[in-house]
């Protein structure tokens, strides 16, 4: 496959609100210029043929590539989703629409889930960018007033792309710039046959990304495993006790930060609401200000005393046998 | 007359979806008829019901994820209020840095990357080849500031990509928004803001740390203004000044306030928001009818003569705390009932957004068609005389001096916006530009207060709340395209109604009867038609784009009969 010259990118935004794009233009290594003007040969060649909020046209001119890769005549390209999928039969009803995305020649309305429906047939690879996009977001909230849903939903969980590639979910609320353009320039070296396809997880996320939890992740977790908790916003503590959902969340942000290092939801203070995860913006992750269930403390403690006891056990071992390292 | 009807959808270079139907005179050069309407919903408000108000505060920044943290600052406000939870100094201290980390990035996003490339050399070389001749032998009177010879180059600058200005803009624009992850953990949709103040652990250098990147956006003011001011004068020379031209009628909020002076009580918001460092105000045809933010509030009324939404007859408050009368129109009343219709319905209900007028309560009982944005905010700060920058024609303040390298102006540098003789398509991105360095001025003097604060003792960011039951509230402040507001009915703990109105619901609304157009049709009507060849609304974009819509905070939601919309899952 490594003879893929261009690899085009359509960003196709659906009930969506642009903060995953706004997310891309925080990524670093690399940024949204490096996977444009490729920042290897082997990266090069990527195109973004269709972005509603940057590109240069307007109206029928701007769908031009996206008209081309329904009809097969863009390839290959990855569909890239910003937002939710909404029950279109539902707005039918009455007569209306959702969300539309331009005309057809006779001036009729497309909507997002027709070109959803034609693209995926065509698309080289699906990356969901955003929690919306993956699992339905915050529009797919209590009572889901437009049935909306993620695509893993929308096409079915066992979809695979023409090339075999199964829906990559990078979500997050907005999903972080780094984690979309890590898996983009993955992606692009994957079709191209220099990495193998990344391991996901049951939600079809990249494990290299979404492996351990927030509270894993946190550097606070240190005071927490010293008994410190904070109980008032502005203490430098582990926020469990104020909310935080962070040991039922995956997500690596209290240590990656979020804009170049700079960020970090409970690492800086205020509590994780679990936004890469299936089930937000409903419970258990909200009320946002309610505690995470505390049956999670009580394995971690029994995970804890385990590894505590293989601490003790290990220096024991060192003093009585000698050490082997 | 030879009539050409056009359908742009989508406007791409804007925040969501939006189309534009209008109809162009194509002897008399200008679009005589226009319609505006958004084609997506989602229902944040339905969404909103029921659950905790304090969820508002990260629920509704993700209505839109270009302009996130005035949702989340207008929630706190209005959860403060509901809950009687009133933040401390450096809690309002700290949201405002954060808010205007914000507006230092959004600014420059509109203006280069949003709006710029409408002036850029790929465009205007191909539709308007009359200005770029001109463009290629006029020279930049401010060259020395910002180092483009003429005004050709700063178009080419502005080409998508390659240019050296949209470059700039990505670059600068990721620094604003790294200094509202500083205090904020994240943007978009920033984590720290809670009901009375702040959750995020203060470090004796955070507003080190922000100063220095506040400083890298000062250097750029002083380049980013000259270069805007170069660009958009020339744009006027060349005939421009009626495009996208309507009445001068706005309303700001007012925004940035005084950490002193902020508190949760309804009854003292008419004083404390004149303590803002942006004015609130109603601006009638160029004067000041007040600025008063209670008068303003109970003037606001959202009509769907036009809309996919039923009318509604309850009314749940016939007054305010104060007494004052609401109509049922009045967000605290609105009930929205969501009705998908059909596609370009041009004389029936034909698009998502509302149509949003201002009451005269108090006067003649008259609906204004207002719009908001940064003109308006400018505007009701230079005339309003209530910071010592205004001077009741101008806005005049000064950047202090940063030496960073790449920038090339290091000295203090003042700055004057002055208020225009009419609103159109080039003044409305000026105030864009001039609000990024009045921003950066204000975030300037609150660095120095929040150092203060520290100083003395008071650099506690929250205040303990117990929850009350019930409780009103509403939160209304300047997001980057104008006033953002939010009403909250609290019952038992959970939200009853929420409302969001954001300027962009104002601004690209619908008509209500058969001439009341919403600000955007109006603004195209009467532009002219300035470009060569086929005709593709180059104008009509400049001119919507002006705006710089928001399609996802005008069309969030809507609170509405949970038996009508409530849609099972599938």
Redesign the interface.
């Known amino acids: 496959m490594s003879e893929i010259e261009n690899i085009h990118v359509i960003w196709l ?11 891309l ?2 990524a670093s290594h690399p940024n ?2 490096d996977l ?1 003007t490729g920042f290897i040969p082997q990266a090069a060649g990527v195109t973004l043929d269709y972005h ?8 029928d ?3 031009s590539a996206v008209n081309a890769a329904e009809k097969g005549e863009l390839a290959p390209f990855v569909l890239v989703l910003e937002g ?1 999928i ?2 279109e039969s ?14 057809d020649e006779e ?3 497309i909507t ?1 889930n027709d070109r959803l429906d034609r693209l995926a047939k065509n698309a080289a690879a699906i990356v969901c960018a955003g929690t919306c996009a993956s699992f339905g ?13 993620g695509a893993m939903d929308y096409l079915g969980k066992d979809w695979k792309s023409s090339l075999g590639i199964p829906i990559i979910n990078v979500p997050g ?2 999903a972080h710039g780094e984690h979309m353009a890590e898996t983009l320039a993955y992606a692009v070296l994957a079709m191209r046959g220099f990495l193998p396809l990344p391991a996901l997880d049951e939600h079809n996320r990249p494990l290299f990304l979404f492996e351990h939890t927030a509270h894993e992740n946190c550097p606070r977790a240190g005071l927490f495993a010293d008994g410190k908790n904070s109980h ?5 503590y582990c926020m469990g006790t ?1 909310g935080c959902k962070g040991p039922i969340s995956h997500c690596d ?1 209290p240590k990656r ?4 290092g ?4 409970p690492s ?4 994780c ?1 679990g ?1 890469t995860e299936p089930e937000f ?1 409903d419970p258990p992750f ?5 505690k995470a269930p505390a049956s999670f403390f009580v394995y971690e403690k029994i995970r804890s005393f385990g590894g505590s006891a293989d601490a003790v056990w290990c220096r024991i071992k060192d003093a009585l046998i000698g050490r082997d390292l | 007359m030879v009539e050409k009807k ?12 939006l ?1 534009i139907h209008a109809t162009a005179d194509m002897d008399g050069k200008k679009y005589t008829d226009a319609r505006s309407f958004g ?6 408000e ?2 909103l019901q029921d ?2 108000p ?2 508002a505060i ?2 509704t920044q ?5 302009c ?1 943290t005035p949702h989340g600052i207008a929630a706190a406000m209005t959860v403060d209020m509901a809950y009687q939870a009133p933040p401390p100094p450096m809690g309002i201290a700290v949201r405002n840095l954060i808010q205007g980390a914000e507006q230092l990035y959004d600014s420059p996003l509109g203006c280069l ?2 709006e710029g ?1 409408d002036y ?1 050399q ?2 205007v070389e191909k539709s308007n080849p009359d200005w770029w001749d001109a463009a290629k032998i006029t020279e930049s009177p401010k060259t020395e500031f910002h180092g483009f010879a003429t005004i050709a180059d700063i178009m080419t600058a502005l080409n ?2 390659s240019g050296a200005l949209w ?1 700039k803009s ?1 670059a600068i ?2 620094v604003g ?2 200094m509202a ?2 205090l ?6 920033v ?2 803001l ?1 009901p ?7 470090t004796p250098t955070d507003l080190e740390q922000y100063a220095a990147m506040l400083a890298q956006h000062v250097a750029f003011a002083k380049e980013f203004i000259p270069v805007m001011d170069d660009l958009l004068d020339f744009v006027l020379s060349m005939g421009y000044s009626e495009c996208g031209a309507r009445e001068n009628n706005m309303v700001s909020f007012g925004g940035y306030d005084d950490p002193t002076a902020y508190n949760t009580n309804y009854a003292e918001m008419g004083d404390w928001a004149k303590k803002r460092s942006v004015s609130p105000g109603v601006i009638i045809d160029g004067k000041l009818k007040t600025q008063d933010l209670i008068e303003i509030n109970v003037g606001v009324q959202e009509m769907v003569e036009s809309s ?1 939404f039923d009318d509604w007859e309850d009314v749940r408050v016939n007054e305010d705390p104060l007494g004052n009368p609401l109509t049922k129109y009045h967000p605290w009343n609105k009930y929205t009932k ?7 319905k041009w004389d029936g209900k034909y698009s998502w957004g509302t149509s949003v007028r201002w009451l005269d309560w108090k006067g003649n009982s008259e609906l204004n068609t207002v719009e908001l944005g940064p003109i308006a905010r400018m505007w009701a700060t230079a005339i309003g005389k209530l910071v010592p920058e205004s001077t009741g024609t101008s806005l005049k303040f000064a950047l202090p001096k940063a030496t960073i390298i790449p920038y090339r102006n290091a000295e203090a540098m003042e700055f004057e916006w002055k208020v225009p003789e009419k609103v159109n398509t080039v003044e409305r991105i000026r105030a864009r530009a001039y609000y990024h360095a009045y921003s950066a001025y204000v975030l300037y003097l609150t660095v120095l207060a929040g150092l203060g604060l520290v100083k003395d003792g008071k650099a ?3 205040n ?1 709340y117990s929850k009350a039951k019930n409780g009103l509230g509403v939160g209304m402040h300047e997001a980057m395209r104008g006033g953002v507001a939010h009403w909250c009915i609290m019952k038992d703990g959970k939200i009853e109604n929420y409302q969001i109105m954001a300027p962009s619901t104002w601004n690209s609304g619908p008509k209500l009867g058969e001439s009341d157009l919403g600000p955007y049709e109006a603004a195209v009507i009467g532009s002219p038609i300035s470009e060569v060849g086929e005709i ?2 180059l104008d009509v ?1 400049r001119t919507i784009r002006s705006f710089d819509p928001c399609l ?1 905070c005008s069309i969030q939601v809507y609170s ?1 009969d ?1 038996k009508i ?3 099972p ?2």
């Open positions: 935004p659906g009930q969506a609100c642009t903060g995953c794009t706004v997310s233009l925080n949204l210029l444009l509603a909020t940057i590109m240069l046209p307007w109206g001119e701007a769908l939710a909404p029950d539902k707005a039918k009803e009455t007569g209306g629409y959702w969300c539309v995305i331009g005309e001036g009729n309305p997002f977001g915050i529009p797919s909230g209590k009572p889901n007033p437009t049935g909306a849903k609320c907005p008032e916003f502005g203490e430098p104020m942000v930060g979020f804009i170049e700079v960020g970090g939801c800086m203070g205020s509590p609401i936004c913006p909200s009320p946002f200000l309610s | 056009i359908t742009i959808e989508p406007v791409t270079r804007i925040e969501g979806h189309g084609t997506m919903f989602r229902g944040w339905i969404i659950r905790e304090a969820d990260w629920i993700r209505v839109c994820g270009v996130p990357i949003l490339p850029s790929a465009v998508p990509i470059q990505l624009g990721k928004r790294k992850a500083l904020g953990a994240k943007h978009p949709h984590n720290t809670v009375g103040g702040v959750a995020k652990t203060l996919y969501p009705h998908p219709g059909a596609y370009a506690k960011i929250w303990k593709t609304g974009v996802g509405g949970k919309v409530h849609i899952e599938i």
